[in-house]
Structures are given as structure tokens and as C-alpha cells.
């Protein structure tokens, strides 16, 4: 479809790269064009498993919550329990509403006691944070920094950085992260991004020298055999990492995203949407992300531009909002969210696709 | 640019009439897909200017507020005094934060006492009206109801609508609405629309029915010309009207966006942004939009992805968000925000234009 630039949706400060590197196709993503392939899918997925990749995720903004009460506002934000959390260290943790439903499923980096940054997800959690945060009376300042991140991921990506930064980035554990420089760039590297094929986010702190980090990482990474890529839609679904806003229905809560191991509604700190998250832990989730063998044995991804039925007779049962063809599989395979009482591995549903149904397995995520 | 569709981005329920009718060319607006073009943007012009276009607006969603607090909820959501605000009435509101910064410029519509729609543009008010209704602890539910503007608009527009819906809307005044309904289709039809030609917006409330109310508005406007169309960047300009997060830098309060008679910081009761708003109104803006003649003769828009500076020799004045040629003015024409100290018809600049500076002079708007 034909997008039409304009100023309501912005340009990454690596866009000017993404152009020369000859991106074919593009999302927006939190207000932000981001770039989701190069014209070749296939190689770019090669890449990811085997080499390393870079992508422009500039537009995972960042909610900097700043001031006195920074613990106590990001705790407050965070339906996972931050108390032990310590400098350096990021949280994958649900954002919720007071009905416990979620709104997001941001990274949080602690920077300092006072200085946090939700990494967000596809949704406008600047002004959800600034109005709970005014309203609740917290003192902080709640701001949208410049920060762009540009995800070095794949089995070669932790040369390439340790390469660029020094040894002590291997050192780094899963979401850790080092406040540090690239000739005199400011970056915060952090050990995380959307693939399961290891590697790091390098968060950008100043969004006039995005070209000129790009082109840093590219130069580096050529022994390598980096080249550009995206968030990768085959290797996210064999690695059963969730689409925010894409998988789930809007009126989900985190059990039914994958996440309810990182929620905590027992601790005694307050936080958005603690009662409602207590009474779901206690009754169980109604559904559940799972994945699905789809017995189609054509080697193309569906498209699927809006999340469409899984059946089982003439009950829906849940929604399918992904099938890809695995690679490394040589599977077609799928993600949906199902209720939990028809949730069993081997269970036999069927799936709506773009030519009618096709029968389909519920298996456990990820694939791999 | 190459969009993918994604689940994450939603359709209207007019999509599937839209891509029937031709559509060529698409934005994102809170998060669905929405027309821009069919492929012929003077004819789309000579339509709203002469006869009579329908714009599937479907992403103007609306924010419900509804229980016994709406009134409240709605007051402290909104700068503008709605003391006097009546059921069926619609006014133009800005909603700012607690630093009385906008971050919308929504049409609120007054259902009843304790059901209003802020009708929005692209920012996703939903999530702050939720977080600052639920931590102030009024009494009220907040949702995203199934409502979806389809703008009838130019001079045929009211001989339409009237025909469908009967000789009483014609007594509509400005931003004033009727529940009916068309064939059982349940609408909310409203004297407004984003252009100055004259019109109503039909705000459908059955998203199954979006394709039915296209094809029987369609029909019924065949011999007044009806054509489908989009909201039109030229007529917008000549008219004047603001395009929330493109025109405005997102540090504007709205006495730099054209809205500062619709803001009421001397009212009793409390909004979110008040005192700063106060302060805003005693001292004068400084900034606002203006209208600018731009000296350059050749008859095309400027592609302008991005706000650009505006000159004065090496000092930026302000920042250039649109430029068009006027059919009507036969005079290349552009909109933005420029400092209150440089304010002055007839005052010289120089914008930014894709091929460097050009210069231009300085009007007020609208143009027509």
C-alpha cells in the first residue's frame, strides 16, 4: 500500500541509512517509519541466524520518568515487582490499566534511583505516564528523550559490539546495559532486542548522528557480513516473542500475553491494576498465547492484516494473528491466542486464512 | 513509500468500499489505515469545492466518557468552558496536559449529561483520558466505543444528507448532531467536517455496517456529483484548519495553534493545564500560525515530510509545515507557527523549501 509521508509520522535519525540501504518497506511504529524489510526476506532471516543483523528500531521510544519519586512512579507504572531491581539493569515488565488489561510491554531500563526509561511497544505510553504521574501527585518529570535504539542482533552480534565497545559488553547479562561513547556518541548499549539470536540494542542518545552511527556499525560489522534488516516475522514466531497490539486482543491482560510470570500482584507496593491482576492470577487467564502447526504445506507467510478466527467446529475458540512458513522448521507455523479451556498440546483447532479454513495443532511457544 | 499491513494497524469499516472506489494512497491515524487519495487529487479538489465528497474518516476515533461524572471528567479533560454546553451540542476543544502543552484539538460532542465523545485526531487521547478519569477518581467509564465518521462535505453536502435523513438536519447548526439512523443503521449525524465547504460527518455506530451506509450514500449522491475523496491538504490550507501534530511542534500550547478563544482559564471549575494556561494568556503567546505567500510560481505542494525552519537572514523565525498551490488563489501558499515578536502581514522570511530557501511573506489565515 502507498504510504504518504508527512509530518504527523517521523523519520528516525537512521532514516537518511535505512534510504541508502535500500529499504523496500516500511511500518509506523509508535507515530515513527520503520523500516521492515530490504527486498529480500529470505536472506535477511539468514543473516539474523547466522551472521548479524542491524535494524532501525528508533521507533521503540522511550518514557523517561526523572525526578524524586522515580522508583515509586515506574513501580506504580509496572505490574512487576521493581524492588530489587538495580542500576544497569533492565525488566521486561506489562504496563496495565486499572482493569488490569495491558497497554504495554515496554523494557525498563534503571539508568538511576531517579532516571528510568520505559522502552515501549507501539503505543502512547508518553501521555499514559505523564497523566497517571500528574494526577498521583509523583515528583518527576515524565519526558520523551532522544534516544533512537539500532538492534545489532544474530550470533556474530557480540563480536561486533565488544569489537566497537570493548571486551566488558560480553560480560553484560540478558537486559543489562552500560551507560558509554562511540567516538564521542553518546549510547547506552544494552544486552536485548526483539530476536532470540542474541545480540544488543545500541541506544542512541543524540538524534543528529544517526547516520554517522549507522555507518560505524556497518563498516565494523563487514567482516561479519552484517547488512540491514528488521524485526524479523519468521524468527519472532518460531521464538514465541509477542507483537504487542498485533497478538493479543485490546482487552487482554498480561497472563494472556506470555507474561504472567512477570507479574506480581502479592507485593505491597501499589501499582495500576493490582486488585484486578490479583483476581486473574487467582481465577487463571481465559486465554493464552499459543503456538500452532498449520497443516499447509506451502512455504509462504499469510498474509494477515487483521487477526482473523480460530475455530474449533462452529465456536470460536480464539484469534490467529500470525503464520509464517520456518524456515528451520520447513513447517508452516502460527500464533494465536486461545482460551484456555480448549488450550492442550496436539489439540486440533482450525485457522482462518486467506483462502478459508485450514486445520491446525496447538503447540507450546516458541517453536525453537 | 511500500506499507505493509499489519494487525497492529486497523482497518475502517468503510476499507473494503475505499479499496473498491480506487483508493491509491494512505496515512496511519490512530492507528488505522486512512485515505488519502484515489488518484486524481485536483478532481478530489473540484468535488469539495463544487459539488459534493465522502471521506471514509474512520480513524477520527471517538473517546467516550460516560457515568455519573462525565460532566466533570469531560470539564477537566477539556481547556474550554463547557458550563453552557447543551445535549446535541458539539464545541471545538483543545485537551492539554498539566503544562497546558496540547495534545489535541478534538470536537467534544455532548450525547447527554453523562455520555460525551471527544472525537479525536491523531494521538492516542484514549489512554490519557483513562489514566487522569481513574487516578482523579471520577465516576465515569472511559472506552474506545464502535463509532466511525464517514465526512460528507462541500455545497451539495446538506441537499445529501437531507435526503437521506430528512429536511430537519438542514436546520443544524455548527457542530450540532442528531441521533437517527438509516435503514436501522444506527448515525450520529453532525453539522462538521475538516473543511470549510459546508458538510456533516456521519458517525456510524455498527462497524459490521460500514460497507452498506458507503454504498447507500454513494448511491444517493450520484446526481450531486459524489465522488470519493480525503481531506484535502490544499483546501485545508486555503481554509485555515490545523492539522494537530504536523502543524505544531509538540511543545505548542493551543494559543500557538489558532485555538486560543476556545481556552478559558478563568473559569471556576478545574482542567488539566489551567494555571499554566493562565499564565500562558496573561504574558501572550509566543508563537502562532500563521499563513505564509510563498515566491515561487510553479503550481505543485512541496513535499514536506517534515516541519522545515522559517528564516529571518541566520535566525530560524519558526518552523514550515505545509506547502500547496492554491487553485482557487492561483498563489503557492503554506501554513506554520512563527514567532509572536515576527508577527506581521506583509513581514519578509525565507522558508525551507526541498530545492533550499525560498522567500515568502507573511498573512493571516484563513487564506479564503
Not at 10 to 19: G, K, L, V
Not at 186 to 199: A, D, E, L, M, T
Request: aromatic residues 10%.
Amino acid at each position: 500500500m502507498e504510504l504518504i509521508p508527512s509530518s504527523r509520522i517521523r523519520r528516525s535519525p537512521y532514516f537518511d541509512s535505512t534510504i541508502a540501504a535500500g529499504c523496500t518497506a516500511w511500518t509506523v511504529y509508535n507515530k515513527m517509519l520503520m523500516p521492515l524489510s530490504y527486498g529480500d526476506l529470505k536472506a535477511e532471516y539468514d543473516r539474523l541466524i547466522n551472521a548479524v543483523a542491524m535494524w532501525d528500531v528508533a521507533g521503540e521510544r522511550q518514557v523517561q520518568i526523572q525526578g524524586a519519586d522515580a522508583f515509586a512512579c515506574a513501580q506504580y507504572l509496572s505490574s512487576r515487582d521493581l524492588s530489587k531491581m538495580v542500576e544497569g539493569q533492565g525488566y521486561y515488565v506489562a504496563m496495565c490499566d486499572h482493569d488490569g488489561r495491558i497497554l504495554n510491554d515496554p523494557v525498563l531500563l534503571k539508568l538511576s534511583g531517579n532516571r528510568y526509561w520505559f522502552s515501549i511497544a507501539d503505543n502512547d505510553m508518553l501521555l499514559w505516564a505523564k497523566a497517571a504521574a500528574a494526577e498521583k501527585g509523583f515528583d518527576v518529570a515524565v519526558s520523551e528523550p532522544d534516544v533512537s535504539p539500532l538492534a545489532i542482533q544474530g550470533p556474530k552480534a557480540e563480536d561486533l559490539v565488544a569489537e566497537l565497545f570493548g571486551d566488558h559488553v560480553r560480560s553484560l547479562r540478558y537486559f543489562w546495559f552500560t551507560e558509554t561513547s562511540l567516538d564521542d556518541i553518546p549510547i547506552v548499549v544494552c544486552r536485548s532486542g526483539w530476536s532470540k539470536q542474541g545480540g544488543f540494542e545500541l541506544f542512541l542518545q543524540d538524534g543528529t548522528r544517526g547516520v554517522e552511527l549507522w555507518n560505524r556499525v556497518a563498516a565494523a560489522g563487514e567482516k561479519y557480513g552484517i547488512g540491514p534488516g528488521a524485526p524479523n516475522h519468521v524468527e519472532r514466531i518460531e521464538s514465541g516473542l509477542l507483537s504487542y497490539g498485533g497478538d493479543n486482543t485490546p482487552d487482554s491482560n498480561p497472563y494472556e500475553t506470555l507474561m504472567g510470570r512477570y507479574v506480581t500482584p502479592h507485593i505491597e507496593a501499589d501499582f495500576i491494576g493490582k486488585t484486578a491482576l490479583a483476581k486473574v492470577a487467582a481465577a487463571g487467564p481465559e486465554r493464552q498465547m499459543v503456538g500452532l502447526f498449520i497443516h499447509d504445506e506451502t512455504a509462504d507467510a499469510w498474509p494477515l492484516p487483521q487477526r482473523t478466527p480460530i475455530w474449533q467446529g462452529d465456536r470460536q475458540v480464539g484469534t490467529l494473528s500470525a503464520v509464517v512458513w520456518s524456515h528451520r522448521l520447513e513447517k508452516k507455523i502460527g500464533m494465536g491466542q486461545v482460551l484456555s479451556t480448549v488450550i492442550g498440546t496436539g489439540e486440533a483447532v482450525e485457522v482462518e486464512g486467506p483462502d478459508g479454513r485450514s486445520s491446525a495443532t496447538i503447540t507450546t511457544l516458541p517453536f525453537i
